[in-house]
T-cell receptor, first 110, second 112 residues
Framework: RKEVEQDPGPFNVPEGATVAFNCTYS??????FFWYRQDCRKEPKLLMSVYSSGNEDGRFTAQLNRASQYISLLIRDSKLSDSATYLC???????????FGSGTRLQVQP | GAGVSQSPSNKVTEKGKDVELRCDPISGHTALYWYRQSLGQGLEFLIY????????KSGLPSDRFSAERTGGSVSTLTIQRTQQEDSAVYLC??????????FGPGTRLTVL
């Protein structure tokens, strides 16, 4: 079983739709969590960190449930430019190595 | 400012040959990381440098893989006697201490 699991998708949604991605992690030592975005054949880039209290950055909202070991990302009012692969990432306490999920592909259609 | 750079961008080699991949981190970043991304797999951590030392090499898949960092800056990842399963995109990242990791564009390695 992978340490960070995501539904690979693809999620095909129309412009303006709201879409949610979920992710689960198996290592309870994981302390920090992130969502990265990766465009086709490009490097991953940090989208946002995920805090226990939940956090929002414009159209993006991230939530963390430590009891269920579950992370989510909500994108409101989807834009064509949101089309990408979204990577769920965990970081264990005391380690610098990031553990990536395999990613969820989003395709926003006109 | 300049981001993380990697060279070459693409490398095709024959099975059994050695390859060297280079990473230039963001100036001033003390930490440097190597990951690889294979088709159908997520990004896998390989090794982490703090300065010139590597406190975490736990992701290196075999003793054919090694890496070094000199002058607290440039790093090279060496793969000896390449195998077809080594084909992947090798990504380097750097960070200021334990802050956000910034990734380079990667080196796409194909082993024939």
């Amino acid at each position: 079983r992978k340490e960070v699991e995501q539904d690979p998708g693809p999620f095909n949604v129309p412009e303006g739709a709201t879409v949610a991605f979920n992710c689960t992690y198996s290592n309870s030592a994981s302390q920090s969590f992130f969502w990265y975005r990766q465009d086709c054949r490009k490097e991953p880039k940090l989208l946002m960190s995920v805090y226990s209290s939940g956090n929002e950055d414009g159209r993006f909202t991230a939530q963390l449930n430590r009891a269920s070991q579950y992370i989510s990302l909500l994108i409101r009012d989807s834009k064509l430019s949101d089309s990408a692969t979204y990577l769920c990432v965990a970081n264990r306490s005391g380690r610098r190595a990031l553990t990536f999920g395999s990613g969820t592909r989003l395709q926003v259609q006109p | 400012g300049a981001g993380v750079s990697q060279s070459p961008s693409n490398k095709v080699t024959e099975k059994g040959k050695d390859v060297e991949l280079r990473c230039d981190p963001i100036s001033g970043h003390t930490a440097l990381y190597w990951y690889r991304q294979s088709l159908g797999q997520g990004l896998e951590f390989l090794i982490y440098f703090q300065g010139n030392s590597a406190p975490d090499k736990s992701g290196l898949p075999s003793d054919r893989f090694s890496a070094e960092r000199t002058g607290g800056s440039v790093s090279t990842l060496t793969i000896q006697r390449t195998q077809q399963e080594d084909s992947a995109v090798y990504l380097c990242a750097s960070s200021l201490e334990d802050r956000e990791q910034f990734f380079g564009p990667g080196t796409r390695l194909t082993v024939l």
